[in-house]
Every structure is written in structure tokens, then in C-alpha cells.
């Protein structure tokens, strides 16, 4: 079935440092794909979004690419600010646009 | 409107036990979703209603768990003779229609003693 494979963390990063998160798929068909991110205690808030090859999806600093070749859409950011601080999911929608299928999700702390 | 809301943001019960949680989606949104999230993992999808039709249920864990949207507006979810796997965090999320982006809930914590 679908699944989605991210990179484990925590990621530990200093104020400004460059950030990748790696994301990798599975899926039949041509799934959308997704970035949420969840802040300490609030809610999955979607980050960034993707419904076809080679689009970028951008936000708030953070991009990522739908890379069908590679099945990949990683997630970057140019220059990390502490109130990043967060756990990122990757995740892409099923055929019929309605389950969430997540990876176990990146815990990324930045340090001023 | 605020947001997803979910009630009670905290449930501890024990074994046995039967509990039951609601959501309150965003108002103009058809879809209502339910996902469970365990330490260290992902939110596994449930399942959802588009307005009051439960439309996928098949992913719901066991025959234990049950949901409702009676009147297309809030859903419950129960959980019958709870069990100490149960202990998660169980997701509402809602979206207007499918391939939109679902608004997710803050959660509702359930430990099973």
C-alpha cells in the first residue's frame, strides 16, 4: 500500500543553518503530497502543499519539490529561525483525495 | 469561526472502561475525518463522512471503535471496552469536499489505566 518514509530525527540546527528533511514515497498513481508542521502544543497545521510532478510548494521560508523520478519531496529552508522549532510530517493524500497518509514525522530544534 | 474544536482535550479512564469524544469541524466543511496518533508516529487514518454518510470505515481498528455525524455537523467517536493499546491521540480533522486541505483539531489525549 501507500506509505510515506522521512527521515528520523531530532534534527538540531543553530539559528540561520541551512535544514533538509528528507521525504520519500510509495503510491499508485499520482498522489498529492503535503508538509504539516505541529508546534508545541497546537494542532497539525498544514506548511506546504504539492498536487503534481515537478510542482514546488512554498511557505513561510520553507519549499519543497514533487519529484516523481526519485519519488521524493523534501523539505528545505534557506536559513532556520528558533521559532521553527517544531515536528514536520510528510504526507501525501490516497487516490481518492480523502485519507492522510503521514510519515513518522522529524523533530527539528533550532538553537539561537 | 475558530477552527476545528475536539472535547475533551484530555481523557484518562480505565480498562474496560467506554469513552467518547466529539468534534466540532469548521461549519462550511462537508468532510470530517478521524486519525489516530501514537508516540513517535504519524496520524493513521481512521475514518470519514461526507456530511452525515460515513463513507469509509473499513480502517477503524476494531469493531470496538464506532463513529457518528448524526445531522452533518459534529461527530463522536467511541470507544468501546477500552484497552491500554488505545492510548493515543485521536485527530479531528475537516476539509471542504475531497483534495482540499483538512484542518486538523488540537486533539483529544486518551491514557487507558
Known amino acids: 500500500g501507500d506509505s510515506v518514509t522521512q527521515m528520523e530525527g531530532p534534527v538540531t540546527l543553530s539559528e540561520e543553518a541551512f535544514l533538509t528533511i528528507n521525504c520519500t514515497y510509495t503510491?499508485?498513481?499520482?498522489?498529492?503530497l503535503f508538509w504539516y508542521v505541529q508546534y508545541p502544543g497546537e494542532g497539525l497545521q498544514l506548511l506546504l502543499k504539492?498536487?503534481?510532478?515537478?510542482d514546488k510548494g512554498s511557505n513561510k521560508g520553507f519549499e519543497a519539490t514533487y519529484r516523481k523520478e526519485t519519488t521524493s519531496f523534501h523539505l528545505e529552508k534557506g536559513s532556520v529561525q528558533v521559532s521553527d522549532s517544531a515536528v514536520y510530517f510528510c504526507a501525501l493524500s490516497d487516490q481518492a483525495g480523502t485519507a492522510l497518509i503521514f510519515g513518522k514525522g522529524t523533530t527539528l530544534s533550532v538553537s539561537s | 469561526d475558530t477552527g476545528v474544536s475536539q472535547d475533551p482535550r484530555h481523557k484518562i479512564t480505565k480498562r474496560g472502561q467506554n469513552v467518547t469524544f466529539r468534534c466540532d469541524p469548521i461549519s462550511e466543511h462537508n468532510r470530517l475525518y478521524w486519525y489516530r496518533q501514537t508516540l513517535g508516529q504519524g496520524p493513521e487514518f481512521l475514518t470519514y463522512f461526507q456530511n452525515e454518510a460515513q463513507l469509509e470505515k473499513s480502517r477503524l481498528l476494531s469493531d470496538r471503535f464506532s463513529a457518528e455525524r448524526p445531522k452533518g455537523s459534529f461527530s463522536t467517536l467511541e470507544i468501546q471496552r477500552t484497552e491500554q493499546g488505545d492510548s493515543a491521540m485521536y485527530l479531528c480533522a475537516s476539509s471542504f469536499d475531497s483534495f482540499n486541505e483538512q484542518f486538523f483539531g488540537p486533539g483529544t489525549r486518551l491514557t487507558v489505566l
Open positions: 504539492a498536487t503534481k510532478a515537478d
Open positions: 503510491a499508485t498513481g499520482y498522489p498529492s
